[in-house]
């Protein structure tokens, strides 16, 4: 085999997944990798020695963010239009359309995102040992297709 030992296939899995959403949408591979940063980040406040507060803050906090996401690159066109109709007959000001191209398995990141940190904070996962662990678990774009999470902590 051309790549030995377990790091190098991880990396080699890890850069051809980001080149396989470089290729759908360069531009949400980065939006992907901030979001993924700042759900790692909040991962570590949704175990129990954290103050319930602020367990359920980092979690609020981290479904909000993959939300929103899903909600710009899917739905913002969709809702501007909707408002626009709303609005014509007042002489309102159009909503401009962002025109956004829409990134392959958006819907499926964002909700396997989303479960990961209900699944932290529940106890349920422990938390990737490594961010490339859990870039490697965000980005695997073969999960996108099978439709059902890989087990990061194995």
């Given at each position: ?68 996401v ?11 239009d ?39 904070y ?25 439709g ?7």
């Open positions: 085999m051309l790549v030995s030992g377990a790091s190098a296939k991880k990396w080699t899995l890890l850069i051809v997944s980001t080149l396989f959403y470089v290729w759908g949408e360069p531009v949400f591979v980065l939006v992907l990798l901030a979001s993924t940063a700042i759900d790692y980040a909040l991962s570590f406040y949704l175990n129990d020695p954290t103050p319930a507060r602020t367990r359920r803050l980092a979690l609020t906090a981290g479904i909000a963010s993959n939300l929103g899903l909600i710009v690159y899917k739905y913002a066109d969709f809702l501007a909707n408002f626009n109709f709303l609005l014509a007959p007042f002489g309102a000001n159009r909503i401009p359309l962002l025109h956004l191209a829409l990134p392959i398995g958006v819907s499926f990141v964002v909700f396997e995102k989303i479960t990961y940190l209900v699944d932290r529940r106890g349920i996962s422990r938390p990737a040992a490594l961010f490339t662990d859990y870039c490697l678990f965000v980005l695997f774009f073969p999960n996108c297709w099978r059902r999470s890989s087990n990061i902590t194995r």
